[in-house]
């Protein structure tokens, strides 16, 4: 009597978790959007991640009555299809001529909407707001103190819900006058918001720096500006954080530009290639550079725009930034998954094997070949094993993956482990598949052929099909003696699993039953085949019965 053998089901799920904050690998290249429309969103694609580039960013709004969570997630997975970088800014809402002020109580609101989301990388760009140092910007009249209380519970509410928040201040409008209450002077305001927050805390819950390193005065001014006010704004503003204490803060260049209709747009184009290539790009501070803007048809922002009126056409700015070369990006993602499988832990030699297994992705990554991800085993040479192409898995899906293994003349115990590797790194890893390699079993087959008792012929065949109904053992050669014939050896079995075994002879109808195989010898018994199939096609049919009569040989068979 065949013994129940026992199955172990394996399911892991292994979260690897890259450490930097910010990938050192980096393509800096971006473009800041009005909107998230797909047309948009490929030509930011085709600008930033041109000419040998990856994962570059782009630079999004969400007002607080946008705050719609399929919209945005669906936005969220297109820009991981194409490898784009999102940096959020927050918006209140427009009231009148002014963009309402936020108050702390939209924090939970605002925590809860950007937590539920899945984002494209580990790090989750935030920019609290934007240039609060203008009236118009914060409610009607500039007030630091209120910006850096608000700022405050921000960042210490996305801190709270998750680590992986990277907040940054709304930029300043480094050439505002100081002229309360319309306008503060950015340094003024810097000093202040610091001092109310306090140093320490400033350094706790902010990451980087949002710079709108403007080429003034008048958004004309030199690619090879210095200070404040011009496309190096950014060192004006680390070195007073410096002056204050702030650590050193990755810069992230979130509006930058010329007026396209003050200066040719030949002149913009070449401005910028010059603070790419001088500036920009050599300055290991700065992570990214998000020009403003893509795509703005209508005043006041069209002389920023870089596709043209009717939005079909670009200006040669785009085309010049395309054709730049860029970097392949690695940024930090967030994987974790599971191999689930229910596979035997014995197993026969000389054999090859065919299992399934599930590979789940819970994580941030599409799994893709072209993304250099694919499935590897421990424990046994890669030249006896292959697996099905791992296609595109992406988060929350769940894709079937095919293993076919050789074993060889090796008896005992042996232990595998399935692997996802992305290049060299292993990203998600499996319990031990813990097994036992063990000789060929052997197996009796009883059977007749109608209508004698016992048979001694031969021209037997003896198929096995597995769970997955794939042929894997084949014995043409079998010849009965009273009834029984040994089959000494019977590769490419899992023990313990169940096969449907097909008997075959020709001009009887096959007969078929099930076997789960154990050690040693086992036992198949078959119904007495009968002699029905006279045109040898595997069934009964009209044709069987006119041959029956037809042929003295049939005849024969059924009357001995």
């Not at 797909?38 to 946008?66: C, F, M, P």
């Not at 399929?70 to 963009?99: C, D, H, M, Y």
């Not at 309360?180 to 918001?193: F, K, N, S």
């Not at 974790?336 to 035997?344: A, H, I, R």
Request: charged residues 25%; aromatic residues 12%; hydrophobic residues 40%.
């Amino acid at each position: 009597m065949n013994k129940l053998l026992v199955f172990v089901l394996f399911s892991i799920v292994l979260l690897l978790c890259h450490v930097p904050a910010v990938s050192a690998q980096n393509n800096k290249y971006g473009i800041h959007v009005a909107t998230v429309d797909d047309l948009d969103l490929q030509k930011a694609d085709e600008l930033v991640n041109s000419n040998g580039g990856s994962w570059g960013y782009i630079t999004v709004v969400i007002q607080e009555n946008d705050r719609d969570l399929n919209k945005w997630q669906g936005v969220f997975e297109k820009l991981r299809e194409k490898r784009l970088i999102p940096i959020v800014r927050l918006a209140t809402k427009p009231a009148g001529s002014n963009w309402e002020r936020p108050d702390s109580t939209d924090v939970q609101d605002w925590v809860q909407f950007l937590n539920k989301l899945k984002w494209v990388v580990k790090d989750r760009y935030i920019i609290l707001f934007n240039e609060p140092n203008h009236a118009t910007e914060w409610g009607g009249s500039v007030d630091s103190k209120s910006f850096a209380e608000i700022n405050e519970a921000f960042a210490r509410g996305l801190k709270d819900a998750n680590g992986d928040f990277y907040i940054m201040l709304g930029g300043m409008d480094a050439s505002a006058p100081s002229a309360l209450p319309r306008y503060q002077d950015a340094g003024i305001y810097l000093r202040q918001v610091v001092e109310i927050i306090g140093v320490e805390d400033f350094n706790k819950y902010f990451d980087g720096l949002s710079s709108h390193s403007y080429p003034n005065p008048a958004f004309r001014g030199s690619p090879l500006g210095t200070g404040k006010g011009s496309v190096r704004t950014y060192e004006w503003e680390l070195s007073l954080l410096n002056e204050l204490g702030v650590k050193e803060l990755p810069v992230f260049i979130t509006e930058t530009g010329w007026d396209g209709d003050a200066l040719s747009r030949e002149e913009v184009a070449e401005n910028f290639r010059i603070a790419y290539q001088t500036l920009w790009l050599p300055d290991n501070r700065v992570k990214a550079v998000t020009p403003f803007i893509l795509n703005y048809q209508v005043e006041p922002f069209l002389k920023f725009s870089w596709v043209k009126p009717g939005g079909s056409e670009v200006f040669p700015e785009y085309e010049l930034v395309k054709n730049l070369p860029k970097e392949a990006g690695r940024p930090a993602i967030r994987q974790s998954g599971s191999f689930t499988y229910d596979l035997p832990r014995e197993i026969v030699a000389e054999s090859t094997y065919h299992f399934e297994l599930k590979l789940q992705n819970t994580g941030q990554a599409i799994w893709s070949v072209e993304d250099d991800y694919q499935i590897k085993l421990t424990g046994i040479p890669e030249t006896r094993y292959l697996t099905s192409p791992l296609g595109h898995v992406k988060p929350s899906q769940t894709r079937t993956i095919d293993i076919y293994i050789t074993t060889l003349d090796e008896i005992g115990p042996t232990e595998l482990k399935f692997y996802l590797y992305r290049g060299e790194e292993a990203v998600l890893a499996s319990q031990p598949w813990k097994i036992t390699v063990v000789p060929l079993p052997a197996l009796d087959v009883q059977a007749s052929l109608f209508p004698k008792f016992t048979t001694t012929d031969d021209g037997f065949e003896l198929q096995l099909f597995d769970e997955y109904d794939e042929l894997v053992y084949k014995n043409a050669g079998i010849r009965l003696e009273r009834g029984i014939a040994t089959i000494d050896k019977v590769e490419n079995i899992a023990l313990g699993k169940k096969y449907r075994a097909v008997l075959l002879k020709d001009h009887y109808l096959p007969r078929q039953t099930h076997i789960t195989f154990t050690k040693g010898t086992n036992t198949i018994i078959f119904e007495s085949m009968l002699p029905f199939d006279f045109n040898s096609d595997g069934k009964l049919g009209w044709e069987d019965i006119s041959g029956m009569f037809s042929d003295a040989g049939n005849l024969r068979r059924l009357f001995p």
